[in-house]
Every structure is written in structure tokens, then in C-alpha cells.
């Protein structure tokens, strides 16, 4: 966390733009299910569930370096908390988090994370590298849901279902892009025309903050309120 505030400061004081690689943030199936959520397609948030889990076996992989920063929370616990806080589009205020730290490497296999933000709404979250699942995301309203098949790294192709009482879509979109290039292109543009970047910087300290506090609850297996 005071890494990347200083991190933020040196770039602000030298006139530099600083980019988050939070690639999923730019994909064109992000942008549309975000306008599906704020035409209040399924009504007001209530609940976001996030898994994305996959198993790593080589003993050489850098996650499972402490002197790294390795670890399921740190290597992908990011984007399950970004999607949360997309989502719902506040701030999350208490998190409760548990862990299992791996007994040869010291960092954590997989953490399972409950949000909870302002105007009721909850998050139930869960990165790992001690099993593989397919990554998937729903996001719960007052009148339906939002079930995404790939949420944070979709591809040329890309699908997601919407469902109300009154009927279920499965939607396929033809994005015609891979998973990095809306946000390199973006990338370009702010650096090629001096254009504002849509994401500030400072949208990554804010989950650095959330991930500071699942690593506490975790590490005190206690509740943890959010500065």
C-alpha cells in the first residue's frame, strides 16, 4: 500500500501517467455489461460472487515466491476484488477473510473472501492455486441476475447470461479483440493525444487497501472495517 502511494506521488510530481493493467476494466464485454447494470437491468445490486481458481505445480513458479509478493491473493485475489468493487460500484466498508498458507513456500493457496459495502449489498469472493475451476462471476439485483463465463480476461469471444423473472439470455458478443489489447489501445491513445486515461491509477490503491485488509482478517481470523 505505501509502495504504490508513492508509487502514485513520484508519478504525479514528474507529469507521468501511471496505467493499471486491470486489463478486463477496458474489454468491450465489460463495457456492455456495465451499461446493462446501470440501466438497472436487474434492478438494485444486492450480491457478487467471484471464483477464480487454477492449479500450480511447478515448485519454480515465481507466485510462490515470498520475496515476490507471491500468493493467491496477490496474483489474482486483485482482479476478484476489482471485479467486486466494478460491481457495485461503491466501496466496500468490512471484510472477512480466511487463508491456508502453503507449509514449504509460506504464501497462501487460496484465500475466501466476504465483502460487505454500503446500501446492503455483500460480495463472496475466491482466488487459489490448490485447484482449477473455470473462472466465473454473478452479479445478483432486486429483479434478476448477470452470470458472467469469463470476467476477467475474455477473448475474441465471449458469452454471458442475463436472467428476470420473466425470461433467461444467453448472450454471445463477437469482440473481435483478445484479452490485453482494449487496454494497450487505450494505452497508446492517452500517451499518443495526452488523453485522460478512463481508469485513474489511484482506482488501484483502492484495491490495495481491500487487499491489505483480507490479508489482516486472514492472518487475525477476525472481521476487519476498511479506512
Known sequence: HEAAEQMLKAAKKNSIMLFEAMVF???????????????????NIKHINCNISTSLSSENNIRWKTLLSGGA????????????????????TEVTATWSIHPQYGVDTHATILLSFPQSISATLHCGFDGFSKPTAQIFGTKGYIEIEQPTHPYDESTYTIA????????????????????????????????????????????????????????????????
Request: hydrophobic share 40%; proline share 5%.
Open 164 to 227: 428476470t423473472k420473466s425470461e433467461t439470455k444467453k448472450i454471445t458478443m463477437k469482440n473481435k479483440t483478445w484479452p490485453f489489447v482494449p487496454a494497450l489501445d487505450h494505452f497508446n491513445e492517452c500517451i499518443l493525444t495526452g488523453a485522460s486515461p478512463i481508469l485513474s491509477a489511484s482506482d488501484a490503491l483502492r484495491t490495495i487497501r481491500v487487499m491489505d485488509a483480507v490479508k489482516k482478517s486472514a492472518q487475525m481470523k477476525e472481521r476487519v472495517f476498511i479506512d
Open 73 to 92: 491473493l496477490m496474483d489474482i485475489g486483485c482482479y476478484v476484488i476489482t471485479l467486486a468493487r466494478w460491481a457495485a460500484g461503491i466501496e466496500p
Open 25 to 43: 476494466r477496458y474489454h468491450p464485454q465489460t463495457l456492455r455489461i456495465k451499461n446493462l447494470l446501470d440501466s438497472n437491468v436487474v434492478g
